[in-house]
């Protein structure tokens, strides 16, 4: 029975990287969002709005989960199309040793962010197991001015950019803007 749930999973999963291709803008940020405290939507429907009116050339769209599941973050991850993550720092931290995330040394300055500083896995150029470094790995939601602005800016939420994000650059691009206001 557990191989057949596991077969079951497997098929769920490589549909969702089928489908998750589909349907999408390429030019598009996708972040994922999902707290254990269930965020104030409202403030995120602000911080969406004022990405589009401040910053028409950039386009994103929170993918927001009101209730924090780890198989739902997994899916997200694997196969969301997600540019930008969200979530509680325990959980960034442990998906990160996989190399999940890219390192923002060359972004933002991390003696600003101490937070987001930790040792977590880095995958290197033609290697196919990741190294653990410290580096700057996360932006804390409660330092990015947007979110402040809109009255939500809770602790122990890290913000990260995935490896697999379809533009790097458009997403650090968002997450710069996110924290400059």
């Known amino acids: 029975m557990k191989g057949k749930k596991a077969g079951i999973w497997m098929l769920l999963i490589?549909?969702?990287?089928?489908?998750?291709?589909?349907?999408?803008?390429?030019?598009?940020?996708?972040?994922?969002?999902?707290?254990?405290?269930?965020?104030?939507?409202?403030?995120?429907?602000?911080?969406?709005?004022?990405?589009?009116?401040?910053?028409?050339?950039?386009?994103?769209?929170?993918?927001?989960?009101?209730?924090?599941?780890?198989?739902?973050?997994?899916?997200?991850?694997?196969?969301?199309?997600?540019?930008?993550?969200?979530?509680?720092?325990?959980?960034?931290?442990?998906?990160?040793?996989?190399g999940a995330h890219i390192v923002l040394d060359d972004y933002f300055d991390k003696s600003e962010y101490p937070e987001g500083v930790f040792e977590n896995g880095v995958l290197k150029d033609g290697e196919k197991d990741p190294v653990t470094e410290e580096h700057l790995f996360g932006i804390p939601v409660k330092d990015m001015k947007m979110f402040r602005d809109a009255g939500y800016a809770p602790e122990g939420l890290l913000a990260c950019v995935l490896v697999n994000a379809p533009d790097k650059d458009a997403a650090i691009k968002v997450l710069q803007k996110l924290t400059e206001g």
């Open 14 to 98: 490589a549909t969702i990287m089928l489908l998750a291709g589909c349907g999408k803008g390429d030019d598009n940020v996708l972040i994922f969002m999902s707290d254990k405290a269930s965020a104030s939507r409202e403030a995120i429907d602000q911080i969406q709005e004022k990405l589009k009116t401040d910053s028409p050339d950039l386009k994103a769209e929170f993918n927001y989960s009101p209730l924090f599941d780890l198989q739902k973050v997994l899916v997200e991850y694997a196969a969301g199309g997600n540019a930008i993550v969200i979530l509680p720092e325990d959980t960034i931290k442990t998906y990160g040793k996989d």
